[in-house]
């Protein structure tokens, strides 16, 4: 069955440091997310990204956070400057199209910022 | 703003007992509810549910939605210890996002 990969699984990084999350989405969908879960929290949505430019983004995807897709198959989140709250579970999720329903994540990068 | 309400918070049961998960939602432009099962890392998919009334089933699982009282649940049968996860309900509005619930933690002893 198709998947969505994500790499590193786990990014211990300093607080200032950039990071950059990466994902593989599958390989015929259009639509492609990021989402984080904060440790004992809602799973809550950052950003979709579609025909190469976001089209949603939430209140917590500020200028700290960019994404992009450099070549046909990797999506990568980056945060520019991390904080200690940005310490959490990143998933990516890709879909064939926006109904919500053909979602499919990856089993996420735990990002720990110290 | 979007809200997506789960009860029980967890939920701890035998082998074979029934369970019934609940999720209340609040949401502008409502396209459809999403149900997902959390093990150890990503959410995987159960169902997805846009019509009023119609029962979704698959294996011990079935999921129905009442759009007009805003909620969904969740009935497991015949629970078994691998049903043990984190249930997760989403609502999908018209912009291209879920809106999660805080998830009921279900224990399904042996």
């Known amino acids: 069955e198709p998947e969505v990969t994500q790499t590193p699984s786990h990014q211990v990084t300093q607080m200032g440091q950039e990071v950059i999350l990466r994902c593989v989405p599958i390989s015929n969908h259009l639509y492609f997310y990021w989402y984080r879960q904060i440790l004992g929290q809602k799973v809550e949505f950052l950003v979709s990204f579609y025909n190469n430019e976001i089209s949603e983004k939430s209140e917590i995807f500020d200028d700290q956070f960019s994404v992009e897709r450099p070549d046909g198959s990797n999506f990568t989140l980056k945060i520019r400057s991390t904080k200690l709250e940005d310490s959490a579970m990143y998933f990516c999720a890709s879909s064939e199209e926006g109904r919500g329903g053909g979602y499919t994540f990856g089993s996420g990068t735990r990002l720990t910022v110290v | 703003e979007d809200k997506v309400v789960q009860s029980p918070l967890s939920l701890v049961v035998h082998e074979g007992d029934t369970v019934t998960l609940n999720c209340s939602y609040e949401?502008?432009?409502?396209?459809?509810l999403l149900w997902y099962k959390q093990e150890k890392k990503a959410p995987t998919f159960l169902f997805m549910l846009?019509?009023?009334?119609i029962e979704k089933k698959s294996g011990r699982l079935s999921s129905i939605l009442d759009k007009k009282e805003l909620f969904s649940i969740l009935n497991i049968t015949a629970t078994q210890t691998g049903d043990s996860a984190v249930y997760l309900c989403a609502v999908h509005n018209a912009g291209n996002m879920l809106t999660f619930g805080g998830g009921t933690r279900l224990m399904v002893k042996p």
């Open positions: 949401v502008t432009n409502f396209r459809s």
């Open positions: 846009t019509s009023s009334g």
